[in-house]
């Protein structure tokens, strides 16, 4: 199947910093990106779509000045968690969807993100 | 709205009995319907879907789903489980229309297989 990479697949911050974690698409051209959150034990929540060269959509609930999700090429697509709070610790897992790919989504191996 | 229902929390089998896990879905439209398989601290890993044709689906690692119309239902399913079979299963659904339709997720099935 396709490969999606995400990177780092850890992090810790400090509170109030920013952390960019990528997601790139390694052998399709991905149109469309998502991005998931997942809380232990829990269920994927979908927090945006991105398109390559255009502007994210958000969820409901989803602050877009706090995840600032960039598609700049049809390869790469960055979740900036700004001002981060130990609330945000989470499992933050990616998905593309290839031009060529049909209707399958592929799947990042996911980033833990840890605020202290 | 779609939906998706996983009623099992935790489904346990014994090593080489076959397996079963639930899932049923609402959706407007023909459905299109995916397994994934999530090991811990791992992302998800795409198992098998059902676009058209055949109900009777065969996708990775022997795992195999039959799509039933009139029941609303994609049980995933394996003839012999193995105890690395172990880990967290995800039904997912999205609506025919529109390729980046989101994928709706049910709220995933712990299996443990056990020896």
């Known amino acids: 199947g396709a490969v999606v990479s995400q990177h780092p697949s850890r992090v810790i911050c400090k509170s109030g910093t920013s952390v960019k974690i990528e997601c790139r698409s390694l052998?399709?051209?991905?149109?469309?990106m998502f991005w998931y959150r997942q809380f232990p034990k829990q269920s994927l929540m979908l927090m945006a779509t991105?398109?390559?060269?255009?502007?994210?959509?958000?969820e409901q609930g989803v602050e877009k000045d706090k995840f600032l999700i960039n598609h700049a090429s049809l390869t790469l697509s960055t979740l900036t968690v700004t001002s981060a709070h130990p609330e945000d610790s989470s499992f933050y897992i990616c998905?593309?969807?290839?031009?060529?790919?049909?209707?399958?989504?592929?799947f990042g191996e996911g980033s833990w993100l840890t605020v202290v | 709205a779609q939906s998706v229902a996983q009623p099992e929390d935790q489904v346990n089998v014994a090593e080489g009995n076959p397996l079963t896990v639930k899932c049923t879905y609402s959706?407007?439209?023909?459905?299109?319907l995916f397994w994934y398989v999530q090991y811990p601290n791992r992302g998800l890993q795409f198992l098998l879907k059902?676009?058209?044709?055949?109900?009777l689906v065969k996708g990775s690692y022997g795992f195999e789903a039959e799509f039933n119309k009139s029941q609303t239902s994609f049980h995933l399913k394996k003839p012999s489980a193995l105890v690395s079979d172990s880990a967290l299963y995800f039904c997912?659904?999205?609506?025919?229309?529109?390729?980046?339709?989101?994928?709706?997720f049910g709220t995933g099935t712990r299996l443990q297989v056990m020896l």
């Open positions: 998905s593309a969807i290839g031009v060529y790919l049909g209707n399958t989504i592929y």
């Open positions: 052998d399709f051209q991905a149109t469309t």
């Open positions: 991105s398109n390559e060269g255009s502007k994210a959509t958000y």
């Open positions: 959706v407007s439209g023909n459905p299109y």
């Open positions: 059902y676009i058209t044709g055949d109900n």
């Open positions: 997912a659904v999205r609506a025919e229309t529109g390729t980046a339709s989101k994928l709706t």
